[in-house]
T-cell receptor, first 114, second 112 residues
């Protein structure tokens, strides 16, 4: 886990607010993945990004969710108008190159919607 | 859709026993990874297997990749309470979309 930094670790939002989750990949990694994990579940793929480019967003809900990985700065997962069902752990992972390879996870951001 | 099925979902055994957990799919994967996750933490990579039939050992843990690269197993010898956790397998897609998909995990509890 060392190197992939996620913040905040815990976030509480009221229904209708926006949640922004940040991920700084490991040094030298230019590929970022976001996963969501519900209690007692495995990890569900959401989106795969390279710098300034979304490669695969097939796991992202069509509405309210967006992700970016700008040229400078961390990757951001943004959830607008949060609902209770968005409560989950959101994990970011990074890798140094494409073709999957091995990805390294951050410690996660736990979102609670009240 | 590529799926990874892990079994059993839950396993509770006594310290000192041996166990095997499985990760199966009808799809072929370029590589397969095993992770261990503890409550409130992110998954930690244990091993990556790439070649069909490959066996890797990590102390008391033995990982095997199936010959056809569709399945994998994790065997733990003389389990210890510190082995308790959620074991996740993940596969790298063969259809070159660079996506890694996860199974739902096996939740392992070792009783002292």
């Amino acid at each position: 886990n060392a190197g992939v930094m996620q913040n905040p670790r815990h976030l509480v939002r009221r229904r209708g607010q926006e949640a922004r989750l940040r991920c700084s990949p490991m040094k030298g990694h230019s590929h970022v993945y976001w996963y969501r994990q519900l209690p007692e579940e495995g990890l569900k793929f959401m989106v795969y990004l390279q710098k300034e480019n979304i490669i695969d967003e097939s796991g992202m809900p069509k509405e309210r969710f967006s992700a970016e990985f700008p040229k400078e700065g961390p990757s951001i997962l943004r959830i607008q108008q949060v609902v209770r069902g968005d409560s989950a752990a959101y994990f970011c992972a990074s890798s140094p190159e494409p073709s999957g390879n091995t990805i390294y996870f951050g410690e996660g951001s736990w979102l609670t919607v009240v | 859709t590529q799926l990874l099925e892990q079994s059993p979902q839950f396993l509770s055994i006594q310290e000192g026993e041996n166990l095997t957990v499985y990760c199966n799919s009808s799809s072929v994967f370029s590589s397969l990874q095993w992770y261990r996750q503890e409550p409130g933490e992110g998954p930690v990579l244990l091993v990556t297997v790439v070649t069909g039939g490959e066996v890797k050992k990590l102390k008391r843990l033995t990982f095997q990749f199936g010959d056809a690269r569709k399945d994998s197993s994790l065997h733990i010898t003389a389990a210890q309470p510190g082995d308790t956790g959620l074991y996740l397998c993940a596969g790298e897609s063969m259809n070159r979309d660079d996506k890694i998909i996860f199974g739902k995990g096996t939740r392992l509890h070792i009783l002292p």
